[in-house]
């Protein structure tokens, strides 16, 4: 397996990519933000992106977005192929492109929304931290994103305060201040996750009904 900081020679793996992260989210059933060819090219081209590649075979795929004028960057888009799930691929994709992110932008948090308990162990393992949606950037059009998503009705309804995604921020300045815990509470964030949806969910069923 290969992983690269991917680049223009790679743009024949932008609708590949943009296929497995639609077909992923019609699977798990989740809201996603939804991402043209085009857009992936920009992140190959502009050296934003880390790509999997199994030979010539896309496998995996990750990109830094940049919000609030450098001050924070996200990085977002995961994908493994299903093809290549439950081998640690996802950490090691994670592990890069927080890497290059650092490199690239060593002043700015580092922050991601996620739905996905995978995500939230990875991202906990690198130092990231649940936080409060008004922890992270404010900048609109990273909120815009989520207009795609299916429960962006949700966001919208609670003046983008919170979600059913969970914050999570690396905030390289306030690292010494943090202890060192290792281990992430999947059952803590499972009940977190199923009271949200309760709350959320069925406020958007009652609505719906009236
Ligand atoms: C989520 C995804 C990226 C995981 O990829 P992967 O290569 O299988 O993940 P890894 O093998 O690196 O696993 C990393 C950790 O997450 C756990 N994990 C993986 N898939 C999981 C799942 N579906 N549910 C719960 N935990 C999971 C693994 O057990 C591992 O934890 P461990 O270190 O405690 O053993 C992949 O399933 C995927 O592309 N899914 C669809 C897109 C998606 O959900 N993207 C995230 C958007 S927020």
Not at 102 to 124: C, E, H, Q, S, W
Not at 128 to 133: E, L
Not at 151 to 171: H, S, V
Request: hydrophobic share 35%; proline share 2%; glycine share 6%.
């Amino acid at each position: 397996m290969n992983l690269i900081v991917a680049n223009e020679s790679h743009f024949k793996y932008a609708q590949d990519i943009c296929d497995t992260i639609a077909e992923s989210a019609k699977v798990r059933g989740t809201g996603i933000a939804k991402r043209t060819p085009e857009y992936i090219q920009r992140k190959l081209s502009n050296g934003n992106a880390v790509l999997a590649l199994d030979g010539d075979k896309f496998a995996g795929f990750c990109y830094i977005e940049v919000w609030g004028h450098e001050k924070f960057v996200a990085n977002s888009g995961l994908i493994v192929h299903p093809d290549y799930r439950g081998q640690g691929l996802a950490k090691s994709i994670k592990a890069k492109i927080f890497e290059l992110s650092r490199k690239k932008f060593p002043d700015a948090k580092i922050f991601g929304i996620t739905t996905g308990l995978a995500v939230m162990k990875i991202n906990y393992e690198l130092g990231y931290k649940p936080v409060t949606f008004s922890e992270l950037t404010d900048d609109p059009e990273f909120w815009k994103g989520c207009q795609t998503c299916k429960n962006f009705d949700i966001l919208t309804r609670t003046e983008q305060k919170m979600c059913l995604c969970t914050g999570m921020l690396y905030d390289a300045n306030n690292k010494k201040k943090t202890v060192e815990v290792k281990e992430v509470n999947s059952k803590a964030f499972t009940r977190l996750k199923s009271i949200k949806e309760n709350l959320f969910l069925r406020k958007k069923e009652e609505k719906s009904k009236s």
